[in-house]
T-cell receptor, first 114, second 113 residues
Framework: DAKTTQPNSMESNEEEPVHLPCNHSTISGTDYIHWYRQLPSQGPEYVIHGLTSNVNNRMASLAIAEDRKSSTLILHRATLRDAAVYYCILRGNAGGTSYGKLTFGQGTILTVHP | NAGVMQNPRHLVRRRGQEARLRCSPMKGHSHVYWYRQLPEEGLKFMVYLQKENIIDESGMPKERFSAEFPKEGPSILRIQQVVRGDSAAYFC???????????FGQGTRLTVV
């Protein structure tokens, strides 16, 4: 499986933007970049995903480097409810190196201060 | 459209008993994934199924664990002769295709006493 590297932890203040980085230097051309988060005592929750272009949805934005070897999840205004473990995962379709399953790493523990 | 439904939410079994965990995927989703999360640890992939077929079971322990996703009905993760080390949260996820977003259930928390 293609590997991702994330910082172990990050901190933010409420109402401020948060930029969560992810390196994936071995990404293949068919791999999508997915972000999930897991709040305490809950199942993982889909946040956003993209292939080449930057993506926006109601939860966050995803900025993808031109060479696709890194990406950044952007939470525009952090709230206390955004405190969670954030996972950056590569996921591909048939023939890619990350076909089907999501392989979770250690993720980034985000702490949000009031 | 209801989300991924897992039941039971909590399950207590004595050592040596069988545990059956159920997962009903979202409507229209034919891909199901099972994950295990031990206390204070990360999510570990167990098995990937697509209607009646096991696609990838590389994360399944070789003994006592099995999974199925029949043509009709929920996906079942079955653990025979449970041991204390099986105590964990088991999460199921579903997706419509392999490279789209996956949706997770709230998990089944298995406690073996």
């Amino acid at each position: 499986d293609a590997k991702t590297t994330q910082p172990n932890s990050m901190e933010s203040n409420e109402e401020e933007p948060v930029h969560l980085p992810c390196n994936h230097s071995t990404i293949s051309g068919t791999d999508y970049i997915h972000w999930y988060r897991q709040l305490p005592s809950q199942g993982p929750e889909y946040v956003i995903h993209g292939l080449t272009s930057n993506v926006n949805n109601r939860m966050a934005s995803l900025a993808i480097a031109e060479d696709r070897k890194s990406s950044t999840l952007i939470l525009h205004r952090a709230t206390l409810r955004d405190a969670a473990v954030y996972y950056c995962i590569l996921r591909g379709n048939a023939g890619g190196t990350s076909y089907g399953k999501l392989t979770f790493g250690q993720g980034t523990i985000l702490t949000v201060h009031p | 459209n209801a989300g991924v439904m897992q039941n039971p939410r909590h399950l207590v079994r004595r050592r040596g008993q069988e545990a059956r965990l159920r997962c009903s995927p979202m409507k229209g989703h034919s891909h199901v994934y099972w994950y295990r999360q031990l206390p204070e640890e990360g999510l570990k992939f167990m098995v990937y199924l697509q209607k009646e077929n096991i696609i990838d079971e590389s994360g399944m322990p070789k003994e006592r664990f099995s999974a199925e996703f029949p043509k009709e009905g929920p996906s079942i993760l079955r653990i025979q002769q449970v041991v204390r080390g099986d105590s964990a949260a088991y999460f199921c996820a579903s997706s419509p295709v392999t490279d789209s977003e996956a949706f997770f259930g709230q998990g089944t928390r298995l406690t073996v006493v």
